[in-house]
């Protein structure tokens, strides 16, 4: 169904207990008054937020909305945004934002949402996600994608079953810990701005006019299957074969996010079973022909951020511990006492090779954990590139290995759109549709509503 008005969309910022930002343009809030602008700070006092605009009393709730007056010309920073949360990136930053600043008490603190149009959102995201430098086909790719994602998860979260609750994201016995991350960890706004939702940085990064163009010019256009929008997923780099969403997520099969072998045409696949261990060890240790195994560092500077691209290889890669250091850093990234690690036993793999469960034994205890997001926490400091590695030891003494070596594949969990895969197509001349096609099986393109000014 089409719809004429742009949906807007609400996107937590941060959470503090005091926020300084600053309103360029004109805002006005919901008590009338002259137009607002300058900088302002927010805390909290006996249960509300009061806010002061320079250094004077301005408003004091529980809520408060501030909405630009004229949205072309106004805009609105905040200081110190934490991005990357949890990852090796992780750093603060200024960030400026188009749309309303709406200022709400969560667990004591101050809550930051930004209501802003789902079009400028997608400028934000792809290009946060992204360099904006990329090929046109790939930047259409992405916005397409990216709607199709936020607006399945609206329309998700809006089903009565959704509100009555579904799946237990932690499952958990004596023997097992199966936990995943979805986006469902939200209330009170529809996305976060990190990676656990889509990396959104407001307008920090979005200059780039080609962006812009490509988001317009896709304006309300999703990904649609049974007559539904996709629940469309995208990671950096699927290492050569995409994974299941039911492995990843939720146990819910969804028939356009499958296996799929990141071959170009006439190159062969990669046709072998990587459920199976020894299917998945070759496989992984190996260097299959794939669309996101480049080298091309010109096309990796277009399609990745400078943080992104500090992290070296991504499509193989090898990680080392020594005894002292794995069951240190299982200690802390799990809270439990293993003892010195003997074993980490591949339990269960998806159709990309990338481990659902992995069963570490040690000298205290045994346990079985997944699904790999919880994987990679559990054996990084901040997380592992993805759940597809297998493990070498060295020669144990009295049972208990002195070092253990990851050997793994790929970064990101690898459902759907493989960024760099797709990048590299793009830069082949595939248009935006036929990647779109590639990464996602069964599906149409159409448009839900139109853009407007």
């Given at each position: 169904?089409?719809?004429?008005?742009?949906?807007e969309?609400?996107?937590?910022?941060?959470?503090?207990?005091?926020?300084?930002?600053?309103?360029e343009?004109?805002?006005g809030?919901?008590r009338?008054?002259?137009?607002l602008?300058?900088a302002?700070?927010?805390?909290?006092?006996?249960?509300?937020?009061?806010?002061?605009?320079?250094?004077?009393?301005?408003?004091?709730?529980?809520?408060?909305?501030?909405?630009?007056?004229?949205?072309?010309r106004s805009?609105?920073?905040?200081?110190?945004?934490?991005?990357?949360i949890?990852?090796?990136?992780?750093?603060k930053?200024?960030?400026?934002?188009?749309?309303?600043?709406?200022?709400?008490?969560?667990d004591?603190?101050?809550?930051?949402?930004?209501?802003?149009s789902i079009?400028?959102?997608?400028?934000?995201?792809i290009?946060s996600?992204?360099?904006?430098?990329?090929a046109?086909a790939?930047?259409?790719?992405?916005a397409?994608?990216?709607?199709?994602?936020?607006?399945?998860?609206?329309?998700?979260q809006?089903?009565?079953?959704?509100?009555?609750?579904?799946?237990?994201?932690v499952q958990?016995?004596?023997?097992?810990?199966i936990?995943?991350?979805?986006?469902?960890?939200?209330?009170?706004?529809?996305v976060c701005?990190d990676?656990?939702?889509?990396?959104?940085?407001?307008?920090?990064?979005?200059?780039?006019?080609?962006?812009?163009?490509?988001?317009?010019?896709?304006?309300g256009?999703?990904?649609?299957?049974?007559?539904?929008?996709?629940?469309?997923?995208?990671?950096?780099?699927?290492?050569g074969?995409?994974?299941?969403?039911?492995?990843?997520?939720?146990?819910?099969?969804?028939?356009?996010?499958?296996?799929v072998?990141?071959?170009p045409a006439?190159?062969?696949?990669?046709?072998?079973d990587?459920?199976?261990e020894?299917?998945?060890r070759?496989?992984?240790?190996?260097?299959?022909?794939?669309?996101?195994n480049?080298?091309?560092?010109l096309?990796?500077?277009?399609?990745l951020?400078e943080?992104?691209?500090?992290?070296?290889?991504?499509?193989?890669?090898?990680?080392?511990?020594?005894?002292?250091?794995?069951?240190?850093?299982?200690?802390?990234?799990?809270?439990?006492d293993?003892?010195?690690?003997?074993?980490?036993?591949?339990?269960?793999?998806?159709?990309?090779?990338r481990?659902?469960?992995?069963?570490?034994?040690g000298t205290?205890?045994?346990?079985?954990?997944?699904?790999?997001?919880?994987i990679?926490r559990?054996?990084?400091?901040?997380?592992?590139?993805?759940?597809?590695?297998?493990?070498?030891?060295t020669?144990?003494?009295?049972?208990?290995p002195?070092q253990?070596?990851?050997?793994?594949?790929?970064?990101?969990?690898?459902?759907?759109?493989?960024q760099?895969?797709?990048?590299?197509?793009?830069?082949r001349?595939?248009?935006?549709?036929?990647?779109?096609?590639?990464?996602?099986?069964?599906?149409?393109?159409?448009?839900?509503?139109?853009?407007?000014l």
């Amino acid at each position: 169904m089409t719809v004429k008005r742009v949906p807007e969309v609400h996107v937590g910022i941060l959470l503090a207990e005091t926020i300084g930002f600053r309103m360029e343009g004109s805002f006005g809030s919901a008590r009338g008054g002259a137009p607002l602008s300058g900088a302002a700070r927010a805390s909290v006092v006996k249960g509300q937020i009061e806010v002061r605009l320079e250094g004077r009393p301005l408003a004091r709730g529980r809520e408060l909305l501030f909405s630009p007056i004229d949205r072309a010309r106004s805009r609105f920073g905040i200081d110190d945004v934490v991005i990357g949360i949890g990852f090796h990136w992780e750093q603060k930053e200024a960030q400026f934002f188009r749309g309303a600043i709406k200022l709400v008490i969560s667990d004591g603190k101050i809550r930051v949402v930004n209501i802003v149009s789902i079009e400028d959102y997608l400028v934000s995201v792809i290009s946060s996600e992204m360099s904006g430098g990329c090929a046109p086909a790939l930047l259409k790719a992405h916005a397409i994608i990216s709607r199709s994602w936020l607006l399945a998860q609206i329309e998700k979260q809006d089903t009565p079953e959704a509100k009555v609750g579904g799946y237990k994201p932690v499952q958990e016995s004596d023997q097992e810990y199966i936990r995943w991350y979805d986006r469902e960890d939200h209330t009170g706004f529809h996305v976060c701005a990190d990676d656990h939702c889509q990396r959104y940085q407001g307008m920090t990064r979005a200059t780039n006019p080609e962006l812009v163009k490509a988001v317009h010019e896709t304006a309300g256009e999703v990904l649609m299957h049974g007559g539904r929008i996709c629940d469309a997923r995208f990671s950096k780099c699927c290492g050569g074969v995409t994974e299941k969403f039911e492995y990843c997520w939720e146990p819910v099969e969804h028939s356009y996010l499958q296996r799929v072998d990141d071959n170009p045409a006439g190159a062969g696949v990669n046709g072998n079973d990587l459920k199976v261990e020894s299917n998945a060890r070759a496989f992984i240790k190996g260097s299959p022909v794939a669309f996101c195994n480049t080298g091309d560092t010109l096309l990796l500077k277009q399609v990745l951020n400078e943080t992104d691209r500090t992290s070296g290889d991504f499509y193989r890669w090898t990680v080392t511990y020594t005894q002292e250091e794995i069951s240190e850093l299982i200690r802390d990234r799990s809270g439990l006492d293993f003892g010195m690690i003997r074993e980490l036993v591949p339990v269960q793999r998806g159709v990309s090779g990338r481990l659902v469960k992995l069963k570490i034994v040690g000298t205290k205890r045994s346990l079985t954990i997944g699904k790999e997001l919880e994987i990679r926490r559990w054996l990084s400091r901040s997380h592992l590139y993805s759940s597809a590695f297998v493990v070498e030891k060295t020669k144990a003494e009295g049972g208990i290995p002195k070092q253990f070596t990851l050997y793994g594949a790929g970064w990101g969990h690898g459902v759907g759109l493989c960024q760099i895969g797709a990048a590299v197509m793009a830069g082949r001349g595939y248009t935006h549709s036929e990647i779109l096609t590639h990464y996602f099986k069964n599906v149409t393109i159409e448009r839900r509503y139109e853009k407007t000014l």
